[in-house]
């Protein structure tokens, strides 16, 4: 999880596992094997092909495997969770979020090019991120200026993640796709969208790629 580049993982990976093996610890191999694997697969961060177009979001967060996937897409305001952070008095916004199952690509990316106005960590539970507790759980959100307006992504932990990391800092400029953080070992991200301009192209079920699938365009 260290090294670039799968043939050098491997490479890694048996060598470490190897070792019990050949005193006769098959047990400890099979363990060491599985532990080493495991972190492997949860630490990967495959290159993604961004796509380019006027007013684009793409997807901050993957939901590809097991329970992985969009499973709320609803209207907020400026009196919900967080959200007096994005959104002005009267103001509504279009929340898209995406469950993450720790066998997804946990790296987190940029929706949108624009300028890291503001960010804001809650500490909180470790339950399982399901709806009706969002607003108890571990977050960190980060608000993206742009020029279609304020675009919010938040990191939300979960039952399993016990981390959450953040690459980026106030003032930083991003681009489309870049890396925001990352949550370890789970768990869900929400992104924020201005409803006045926003048109959404995903689904509820859908099985966003970070980086990669558009959510959302947006409109001045």
Do not use: W
Not at 9 to 26: D, H, N, Q, R, V
Not at 81 to 91: A, F, R, S, T, V
Not at 111 to 130: E, L
Not at 134 to 139: G, H, P, V
């Amino acid at each position: 999880m260290f090294v670039k580049g799968t043939v050098k993982k491997a490479s890694i990976l048996l060598t470490i596992s190897i070792l019990p093996f050949l005193f006769g610890y098959l047990i400890i191999t099979f363990i060491l094997f599985s532990i080493i694997a495991f972190f492997m697969q949860f630490f990967r961060d495959p290159k993604r092909k961004i796509p380019t177009g006027k007013g684009i979001i793409v997807a901050p967060a993957d939901g590809k495997i097991l329970t992985g996937k969009i499973d709320r897409i609803s209207t907020v305001d400026h009196e919900d969770d967080l959200m007096d952070q994005l959104l002005e008095k009267g103001e509504k916004g279009i929340l898209i979020s995406t469950f993450m199952s720790p066998f997804d690509v946990h790296v987190n990316r940029a929706p949108v090019s624009g300028k890291i106005i503001n960010t804001k960590y809650c500490p909180g539970k470790f339950k399982v991120a399901r709806k009706s507790i969002l607003a108890e759980n571990e977050k960190n959100l980060i608000v993206i200026d742009t020029e279609y307006g304020k675009i919010g992504v938040i990191q939300i932990a979960g039952f399993v993640a016990r981390r959450i990391v953040q690459y980026v800092n106030i003032g930083d400029e991003v681009e489309i796709g870049d890396k925001l953080g990352m949550i370890k070992f789970g768990s869900r991200v929400d992104l924020i969208l201005p409803e006045k301009n926003c048109e959404i192209m995903v689904k509820v079920n859908q099985r966003p790629k970070a980086g990669e699938t558009i959510m959302a365009k947006l409109h001045k």
